[in-house]
């Protein structure tokens, strides 16, 4: 029974830090996407009179045909936003220590960023929804097609 009072997920806009790694587990041939995605945040120090920015890295993990998706179509500093949730695992090194990581698992892609950042990727800016579903009936979404050129004013 799933807690009404109670939600894990995660939201997102940075830029990738660098190509993802694709991989494919060997008993289920299911396809997984790990890479770091880079947040910042300005603020501003009145002891110094000086802006400060700050750069949070986050590891993010993709499943499935997102996976495929964020193969073809993600690259290092691409911006995107990104939802999720967030997942700790654990495991044992070869030295039998016990570990643990948390990784934000994604269920939703959007490419953002100007249209020249993806000019040399059109298929991306192209591909609808659709084509990229999360399993379980999620859906990844690959925007790109909103841009500058969008804005009705």
């Known amino acids: 029974m799933r ?6 997920k995660v939201i997102l806009i940075g830029r990738l830090g660098q ?25 501003f120090n009145q002891n110094t009179n000086e802006a400060v920015n700050k750069t ?12 495929e998706f964020c193969e073809k179509y993600l690259s290092q500093g691409k911006q995107i936003l990104l939802e999720g949730k967030l997942r700790t695992r654990q495991w044992q090194d070869k030295d039998g220590n016990k570990r ?23 298929p991306a800016a192209e591909t609808p929804a659709s084509d990229f579903p999360m399993e379980g ?17």
């Open 19 to 43: 190509k993802p790694d694709s991989r494919y587990i060997p008993q289920t041939q299911r396809q997984v996407v790990h890479f770091t995605l880079a947040t910042n945040e300005r603020f």
């Open 56 to 67: 949070e890295w986050h590891r993010i993990v993709v499943w499935g045909k997102l996976a």
């Open 100 to 122: 643990s990581t948390t990784e934000i698992e994604a269920q939703t892609i959007v490419l953002l960023g100007r249209r020249e950042e993806t000019a040399g990727e059109s």
């Open 3 to 8: 807690d009404i009072n109670s939600l894990n």
């Open 137 to 153: 009936d999620e859906t990844a979404h690959s925007g790109g097609s909103g841009g500058e050129d969008d804005v009705p004013f």
